[in-house]
């Protein structure tokens, strides 16, 4: 039998011989933890992380309350898009890596949607 963690991982696999990007339109990538989530903008035809945000950043890391749920995905998500803005990203390719799409990931994309970013 195998653990909800190998089935995720399966999963990510499957998404990333799909899920690629490119210069112009780089990959949002999500991890999320039980007390964390991060996120980050990548570019794999150079292998480099464009852009990144994270609860652990210390502007997040202040705030009260638990870091792993749906209010501070949403944070991550217009903090992830501000930045990818300013670095004049504006579309990307989404990479929810074996997560439902639902809950946290949901929370963290539509908050990226709603601070510009299109994917």
Do not use: W
Not at 83 to 99: N, P, S
């Amino acid at each position: 039998m195998r653990t909800k963690v190998e089935l995720r991982e399966r999963r990510r696999k499957r998404i990333r011989k799909k899920v690629f990007g490119t210069p112009d339109r780089p990959r949002l990538c999500v991890f999320r933890s039980l007390n964390h989530i991060y996120a980050q903008i990548i570019d794999d035809t150079k292998g480099h992380t464009l852009v990144s945000a994270s609860t652990l950043e210390k502007e997040l890391r202040e705030l009260p309350g638990h870091k792993g749920n749906k209010e501070f995905a949403m944070k991550v998500g217009e903090l992830i898009a501000e930045r990818a803005l300013k670095a004049g990203i504006t579309k990307v390719v989404f990479d929810r890596a074996g997560y439902k799409y639902h809950g946290c990931v949901k929370a963290l994309a539509d908050a990226a949607r709603q601070k510009g970013l299109q994917f």
